[in-house]
Structure formats: C-alpha cells, structure tokens
C-alpha cells in the first residue's frame, strides 16, 4: 500500500479526546488490503449468466483492524467504514477530495449529534444496522441511501438481486446488509444471477486476528461468493445502497 492511501484513512489519531487503541499496531495501516475481491472467479459461467460488481476501490475493513477489539458488535461500524473508503476513493466528487472514514468512536459520536442515539450511546458497545448506516453516510459524505426491506430469505432475496444489479450498474458503490435473525453486517461488492438463482458476492468483516493477505482473505471465505438460497429463510434482510450517481 502507497503512503498517499494509507493517509486516506482515519485511524483514530485526528480527531482529539477520543479514545484509542491500547495495543501497539502500528503495522495495521499498511496492511488493511484493497479490493480483496480481486481475481475470485464469478460463481456461474455460461451465456445466461449476469454478473454486476461495485466499482473502483474499497479497503476491507474487520475486526481490530486498528487495534480497537470489537468482537461481537463491530460488524455493522466496519461495513460502514469499507463503505465510506469507497466513497472516499472512488466517489465524484473528484476521488480523494472526500473524508477520511471515520474511526469507529467518530461513528459513535455523530449519532448522538444526530440525536439518533442518546449521550450513553458514545463509548458503548451497542451494535449498528443498515438504518444507522444510513444516517452516518449522509452525516459525514452528504450521500443519500436507499433502503430495501426484504421480508423473508429466498425467493423475496433473489428478487432483491434485480435490486442489485441495478445499483451496480448505476452507482457503483458497495451495498451493506443486514437483518434480524442473521443479524451479521455484511458488505455486498457484487451480485451474479443465471437460470439457477444469484449469488453475493460477500464481504465479512468478522475475520480477527493479524493481518491476512488477498489470496488468504479468500481461500478463508472472508471474501466469498454466496448463494442467496443459503441465507437465513427466516430472516429479514435490509439493504443499504448509496445513492452515488451524478444528479
């Protein structure tokens, strides 16, 4: 990673009085990988199949990846997070010209300014969804999402998949999911579909421990294309798409 791209990130240094990561990380911010889809095969072949991917660049945010141990509730923030490094690198406005992502006490902070959550709600462990995402998105970038609301797994996800497409193909922009019984933030860079149904391209941001590099990301199925019939059939899903095309 060039140094330019690392100074894109906010590792939680900039911004005073917040708190910081005790372990000694240094290492972390040259390591956080880009684009760790890359070179995945798509899970269909043959004419019949349609294949949408996001866009120019995104960082894979996960856990600990700063130093800060957010197992069991960080999903959300860092799906959030991989989110904003597109919008900061590849977004027009011109790319670069946008913020840093915010570190995950800055997410904290702003949703209590927002008065969505209360003064308790900074420095808590308390998890965020797709709704939150929202919000932090138009707080820190100005961007607008859509929100679709998916009541059930199976048939009702593969024709959220059309959704998909869409995005893809008009914004660019990574999409995060999440639900209720599968209640696991994931970020979507793409989406697949042929005569037998779709697949997600899916990025988990639950993967800790030390710095991985792509072709480890992906043999560990950190980064993975999932069938959508695998997915909770109980569950409902809420996806998060920013709404980045030219107005």
Not at 43 to 68: I, M, N, Q, T, V
Not at 124 to 144: C, H, K, N, P
Not at 210 to 228: A, I
Request: glycine share 10%.
């Amino acid at each position: 990673m060039e140094p330019s791209e690392r100074d894109d990130i906010d590792w939680g240094t900039k911004l005073p009085g917040e708190h910081r990561a005790s372990d000694n990380l240094k290492s972390w911010p040259e390591t956080l990988l880009m684009n760790v889809h890359v070179g995945l095969p798509d899970p269909l072949s043959g004419d019949s199949a349609k294949c949408s991917l996001a866009s120019g660049e995104c960082f894979y945010f996960h856990y600990g990846c700063d130093g800060h141990d957010d197992r069991g509730w960080g999903c959300g923030y860092r799906t959030v997070q991989t989110l904003c490094s597109w919008l900061s690198r590849s977004w027009l406005p011109p790319k670069g010209s946008c913020r840093s992502p915010p570190s995950l006490p800055a997410i904290q902070r702003a949703l209590v300014t927002m008065t969505d959550k209360s003064a308790s709600f900074s420095g808590s462990r308390e998890w965020i969804g797709t709704i939150e995402a929202s919000l932090i998105l138009d707080y820190f970038y100005d961007v607008a999402c859509r929100i679709v609301h998916v009541p059930g797994g199976g048939p009702q996800l593969e024709e959220a998949a059309q959704d998909l497409h869409q995005h893809f193909s008009t914004h660019g922009s990574p999409v995060m999911m999440g639900g209720d019984r599968d209640n696991s933030s994931k970020g979507i860079l793409g989406v697949c579909t042929g005569t037998q149904g779709s697949y997600l391209l899916i990025m988990d941001p639950h993967y800790y421990g030390p710095p991985l590099d792509r072709e480890t990301v992906q043999t560990k199925g950190w980064v993975s294309w999932k069938r959508v019939s695998s997915l909770d059939r109980s569950s409902f899903y809420n996806l998060c798409l920013p709404q980045t095309a030219s107005k």
